[in-house]
Nanobody, 131 residues
Framework: QVQLVESGGGLVQAGGSLRLSCAAS???????????MGWFRQAPGKEREFVAA????????SYADSVKGRFIISRDNVKSTVSLQMNSLKPEDTAVYYC?????????????????????WGQGTQVTVSS
């Protein structure tokens, strides 16, 4: 049963922008408003890597060095969504992007960059940046 659903991926030229969104599936009947959420990505032939994370309130964020200054993670706990605004995209940003939930980080001020800290994952959305 899919519980996290990503959307917004696609094909974009280098220098362009995309906005990814993650929501809990309606069928799951759940929200992730109380938890740390993260975005990860995996390019072909490479390991999954951390992109960004946000704590439950949105007051604490963290970014991988490779995306700092270009990507912005945010959340709307009314709509129960987490977004990743990606600007100034580069071909090396091409990957499948995954949304993930850390349900152990409940009402926590901490954020986490290890994939092993996350226990629920979406199926991913493809982002392709052409040069």
């Amino acid at each position: 049963q899919v519980q996290l659903v990503e959307s917004g991926g696609g094909l974009v030229q280098a220098g362009g922008s995309l906005r990814l969104s993650c929501a809990a599936s309606a069928a799951s009947g759940r929200t992730f408003n109380n938890y740390c959420m993260g975005w990860f990505r995996q390019a072909p032939g490479k390991e999954r890597e951390f992109v960004a994370a946000i704590n439950w309130s949105g007051g604490v964020t963290s970014y991988a060095d490779s995306v700092k200054g270009r990507f912005i993670i945010s959340r709307d706990n009314v709509k129960s969504t987490v977004s990743l605004q990606m600007n100034s995209l580069k071909p090396e940003d091409t990957a499948v992007y995954y949304c993930a939930e850390n349900s152990r980080a409940y009402y926590s001020g901490n954020v986490y960059a290890r994939s092993s800290d996350y226990d629920l994952w979406g199926q991913g959305t493809q982002v392709t940046v052409s040069s």
